[in-house]
Every structure is written in structure tokens, then in C-alpha cells.
């Protein structure tokens, strides 16, 4: 037997019928477990333990990291500093059911967030409008993130005053994009001739700070909670995908969280030589210490998953994007810069680079099963992507020789290749769930924490100052202390113009 053929043998992980296959990472035996040993060598067995026991893994904030208990669907006790956290999770699970039984009449939804608390539902409201036969309710759902007008006046353009709703998601409910786009969308409303009172019928808030929130008009009974042991990346199995279950329904919802469940218990109990998350990893790993590689691809052969990418680039990046470890010494390995969009079209985009460039960037292809339209073509097309995304696999991992040098393709370029046996909530939220149980993982491998983000908060300080000066209208700003001579030079060309 071959040694590829072998690989190959030795090379498909299973968990919930989807199928990781790792053959053409190029990983043999004797390095997968040295792999495994060095996983068990970094404490990485404790870390899982420790992350679902509500230990305060998020050193630098001192908190525990415990999103796992927002999908904690069988309510076994999780307890943190001795207090179980399930009531108050099962609590927001009655009110999200409530409201959605209560909603009627509801033409469009503005859902105002960033960052965490955009991503997550944006992700599921579109992949999830592509399962064959979902039943929707038909509300609009609108998502508003960017500062940038442009998309809050295409979303007013659209949505009918009367009869819109609005969530304004916040952890801290004092991002500044987001409170100036709800009071935007507020005095909208106004303009439109929405009363005071139906305002408030209409504003509702998830957010950690709920006296923030009823500072800003939202009623009491509108706020629902999540709390700081809850990363804003890994926010959407709380109230964050309140909109998932008002478009698609409650048990939708719940099916989306038992996906992740179920996920969460494999990550939680499988040794780790069959445990999908910790092998993704450590096969990320084992290319970052041969090859050095600096970045890595996402492409779901499914255009449900477009914005699958977009959304493990901030889980990635935002998580494990560090020099530092744990301990305040430099890194070896931290995040890759990650990026991705749908196959095929990413084959006549960026592919040349991964047959041909210099640079080796290991990809991750997801594929799906059954076809995600009941079109009478699916089946014929399904098989042609499904064809495009086997094809793609084997041509980086086995490269071609030929006479002309602008022919050959060198090859030896990894990948993986996860199947998933249909896209629905379940398997969102398995996939999902997988992907955030990897990021993790590889943050205990590096020694980094994946649960803060401070080099977020830098440059929002120093933006302070020049909206300032921006404001001022002055074109002779100086230099100082808050803002560069490249920067005050800038803010004159924009303000020579006003």
C-alpha cells in the first residue's frame, strides 16, 4: 500500500455524521503522535476540563470563558465561583420563546450591533435562509453594523416605521457605532410620526449594562441579558440570536443550540486523537512549525456559508490575534490571518495564488452533503460543485510537472476536507461550535488567551481626539500628544475641503 493510500485510511475523524478527512495535510503517524503528545504535554486535556467547569480561563479579565452554558440545552448545573448559571440561561430561553409567540404583524427588523454581536446572527439569518422547506415568518431582518450611513439609509429605504421593531445589542450598550446608529434609527422613527409610546413598544436591547439600556428608552421588560462571562464573538447562542428565532421560530432556535450541544459534549468527552476540534488544530499547528505559513483559507462549497469566513475571521483573529502569552512573554505562533468566501467563486478569484504563489496557505474545504435547493437541477449542480471542491484538493496536494515553468504547479499544498451530511440548524450550529472549540484549542497550545481582545480598544482612544478636530472644521491642526504629524496633516486635507 502506498504511503498516500495509507494516509488516507488513517485520515477520516467522525463526530455527529460529519467527516473530518485529513489526508492531504501530509501528516504521517510518527507526527501525529508527536502531536497528540505535545497536546498533552501543554495541559490541553485540563484546559477542556477547565473551560467547562467555569475556572476563570480568561486570566487577564478574570473570568471564566463559558459560552458553552448558553447552549446547555440538557441544564445540567454549570456553576460559577459556586452559583449555577443555568436559571438566569433558561430565563432568556422563556422570554425568547414568549416574544416569539407574541410578535405578529411585524413587517421588518433592525438589529443594531458590531463585531460579536453582528456576525453570529447575520451568519445563521442568511445560511439558514437556504435550508430547503425552513419556514419563515417573513419579517425583513436588517442588519446594521458600519458607522457608515450608506447602510442605514439602504435599511430605512426599505423597512416600513409602523410596524419595525428594533434590537440594539451592546455588551456594554457604549460602542459608539452602535449608539449612534440606534439613536439614528430612533429619530427615524420619530420622523416618521411613531409616538413616544410606540417607540418604546418598539426598542428592545440585549446587552450586559441594562441600566445603560433603560437610560436609553428601552423598556425593562424589553431588555434581555447577557452577561460578561460571554465573549461578544462568542455571543450568538445568547439572546445575540434573539433573530433567529424570531424569523425562523423558537424550536429552530433550539435546534441551532443543540447542534452546538452536541459538539460541545464531543469536544468535551472524545480522547483526543478522535476529537475533530483538537485535530484541526494541531494540523494547523504542525504547518505553522514546518512551513512557518502565515495564513490560512475557509472556503465553503456551499453559498449558504458565504459569510461563514467573515465570521471566523473575528473568532480567529480577534481570539488568538497575540504576541503575548498568557504569561506576557512573545509568542512562537499566534493566529494566521484567515480569510474565504464561497466555492466555486473563490476559484476564479484567489485560487492562482494557492496553486502558484510562494506562499503555502493551508485550507480548510467545507462541503455539504445533499443539495441546498430543491431546484430541479440541484442534484446535477451539486455534483459539479461537490466535483470542483474534490478536484481543487488534489491538484494542491499533488501539483503537476511540466516542460513549461508557467505549467507547473508544485503541490504539497494542505488542506482538510469536513463534510457535513446537510446544512440545517443542527449542523450550523455543530459547525459553528467546532470552529469555536478549535480557536480555543489553539490558544492553549500557543498559551494565549483567546477571550480578551485589548488591541481593539486602542485605537477607539485616539479616535476621540481627531473626530474632535475633525469637528473643529480647522485646517491648521499641529501635532500633539493625541495626534501625529501624518495624522494632523491628514485631518487638514479633509477639513481644507469644508
Given at each position: ?70 447552549r ?17 440561561v ?18 421588518d ?76 434609527v430612533?429619530a427615524w422613527l420619530k ?5 413616544t409610546?410606540q ?209 507547473v ?30 480557536t ?8 494565549i ?27 491648521d ?22
Amino acid at each position: 500500500m502506498s504511503v498516500q493510500a495509507q494516509l488516507a485510511n488513517q485520515s477520516i475523524h467522525s463526530a455527529l455524521d460529519m467527516v473530518l478527512d485529513t489526508a492531504y495535510q501530509g501528516i504521517d503517524t510518527a507526527h501525529w503522535k508527536k502531536l497528540f503528545a505535545s497536546a498533552r504535554q501543554s495541559q490541553l486535556e485540563q484546559f477542556i476540563v477547565d473551560m467547562f467547569a467555569g475556572k476563570h480561563i480568561n486570566n487577564s479579565e478574570d473570568r471564566p470563558a463559558l459560552h458553552s452554558a448558553l447552549r446547555n440545552l440538557s441544564k445540567t448545573p454549570v456553576l460559577i465561583d459556586g452559583k449555577d448559571v443555568m436559571p438566569a440561561v433558561t430565563e432568556v430561553w422563556h422570554r425568547i420563546e414568549a416574544l416569539c409567540n407574541k410578535w405578529v404583524g411585524v413587517t421588518d427588523v433592525i438589529h443594531i450591533g458590531i463585531g460579536g454581536s453582528d456576525f453570529g446572527p447575520r451568519l445563521a439569518i442568511e445560511a439558514l435562509a437556504h435550508v430547503p422547506g425552513i419556514e419563515s415568518r417573513g419579517m425583513r431582518m436588517h442588519f446594521l453594523a458600519n458607522i457608515d450611513t450608506a447602510e442605514l439609509a439602504r435599511i430605512l429605504a426599505r423597512a416600513q416605521p409602523h410596524s419595525t421593531r428594533v434590537i440594539v445589542v451592546s455588551k456594554s450598550f457604549t460602542t459608539l457605532e452602535t449608539s449612534m446608529n440606534a439613536k439614528a434609527v430612533v429619530a427615524w422613527l420619530k420622523d416618521s410620526g411613531c409616538t413616544t409610546s410606540q417607540i418604546a413598544h418598539a426598542l428592545y436591547a440585549v446587552t450586559a449594562n441594562i441600566p445603560a439600556a433603560k437610560g436609553f428608552g428601552v423598556s425593562e421588560e424589553n431588555i434581555f441579558p447577557f452577561w460578561d462571562w460571554v465573549g461578544g464573538r462568542y455571543s450568538v447562542w445568547s439572546a445575540v440570536g434573539l433573530p433567529i428565532a424570531l424569523q425562523y421560530g423558537f424550536e429552530t432556535f433550539k435546534q441551532f443550540l443543540a447542534g452546538a450541544e452536541a459538539m460541545d459534549l464531543h469536544f468535551k468527552n472524545a480522547p483526543l486523537e478522535q476529537n475533530l476540534p483538537v485535530i484541526m488544530a494541531l494540523s494547523l499547528l504542525y504547518q505553522q512549525e514546518k512551513h512557518d505559513i502565515k495564513a490560512y483559507a475557509a472556503i465553503p462549497y456551499a453559498d449558504a456559508l458565504d459569510w461563514f469566513p467573515k465570521w471566523l475571521q473575528q473568532l480567529d483573529m480577534e481570539s488568538n490575534g497575540k504576541s503575548v502569552d498568557r504569561d506576557g512573554k512573545p509568542v512562537k505562533h499566534s493566529s494566521p490571518v484567515v480569510f474565504g468566501s464561497a466555492g466555486s467563486n473563490a476559484q476564479h478569484s484567489y485560487f492562482q495564488l494557492f496553486h502558484q504563489g510562494t506562499e503555502i496557505i493551508p485550507i480548510d474545504f467545507i462541503a455539504v452533503r445533499e443539495p441546498m435547493s430543491d431546484r430541479p437541477e440541484a442534484v446535477a449542480h451539486h455534483r459539479i460543485l461537490l466535483s470542483n471542491c474534490l478536484a481543487q484538493a488534489q491538484a494542491l496536494a499533488n501539483g503537476k510537472t511540466a516542460s513549461n515553468p508557467n505549467d507547473v504547479y508544485p503541490g504539497k499544498r494542505p488542506s482538510n476536507l469536513l463534510l457535513l451530511p446537510k446544512l440545517n440548524p443542527f449542523y450550523l450550529g455543530a459547525l459553528l461550535a467546532l470552529y469555536e472549540n478549535r480557536t480555543a484549542t489553539l490558544g492553549a497550545l500557543w498559551n494565549i488567551n483567546s477571550f480578551d481582545q485589548p488591541g481593539v480598544e486602542y485605537g477607539k482612544v485616539l479616535a476621540k481626539p481627531i473626530e474632535k478636530a475633525l469637528a473643529s472644521h480647522q485646517d491648521d491642526i499641529a501635532a500633539s500628544a493625541d495626534i501625529d504629524a501624518v495624522t494632523a496633516a491628514r485631518i487638514n486635507l479633509l477639513n481644507s475641503n469644508n
